[in-house]
């Protein structure tokens, strides 16, 4: 059986800790691993738009030795409507790992249940869990390395701010926590994290030592985080949508101001957009991290591949930890 990474509590604390300290590793000696030398295929396929993940993908893939198949779904015959266990069944004859960017968790899920070779989230509407895998290393890089516990990040914070139900939003409570993170999600009371997710990590929070805070209050959120973190208002396929303008979520933007409240690095997965969710003045002055955070995607998906093609046979992190109703 191979090991999918289909959400961000797919790697128990130990195992994501071994994959940030890959991707440290990679980071300072970038051509150290050849997992795919052959050179064995990835697949990348994206249904949206894409830049960094696009282009960290690409270039890893062949930096790991391997050969990047970049597939536009829209030109495929999956954007025609082929199934995806159809797709799922041709790729898995031919390449070594499936990377996808879709909509819904479903469609992932589904591509994983018929796939026998390793299948990635590049992001859903759901989660978005390689940016948080380089979220995470750029903490580490930034505030003192990783603890010597399982819990990668333990000691750290992390506050969140916009729209606390999307993919980010999800992606850094399961992720922040299993690094062991003490995590703070501030948005509007109707665009709150998915209470489902939300006890999920309340229960791996339970284990690492992290520490989970839902509020609308965006000063509590980032005062004295390590990191305060925002994105996009309007994720991909919500545009149009009412209840997204900026009155909706205006006292969540990132300013100078508020940044005064924590002394933290601030992050931002990008794209941004200036004077929405966060002043220019944060984004592009001297505690914004944003540049190592794009470049680290890289070395975070390394790191990552490496380790999923390294341990094809073992359990998955849903039996390393005690599991609840949230799942
Ligand atoms: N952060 C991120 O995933 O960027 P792209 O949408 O450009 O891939
Ligand atoms: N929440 C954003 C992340 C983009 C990388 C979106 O889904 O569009």
Redesign the pocket.
Known sequence: MPRHFLKDDDLAPAEQKEVLELALALAAERFAKRPLAGPRTVAILFDKASTRTRVSFATGVAELGGNPLVIDAAGSQLGRGESVADTARVLTRQVSAIVWRTFGQERIEEMARYASVPVVNA?T?EY?PC?ILADLVTIAQHTGGLADSDAALGGRSLAYLG?GA???AHSYLLGGVTAGMDVRIASPGDHAPDPAVVRRAEEIAAVTGGAVTITDDPVAAVLDASAVIT??WV???QEGESGRDESTFATYGVTEELMAHSGGIFLH???AYRGKEVEASVIDGPRSVVWDEAENRLHAQKALLTWLLEHPDDQTAAHALPIGAGR
């Open positions: 992001l509407d978005h940016q729209d999307n993919n980010m994105d996009t994720s991909m396929g997965c990008l794209p």
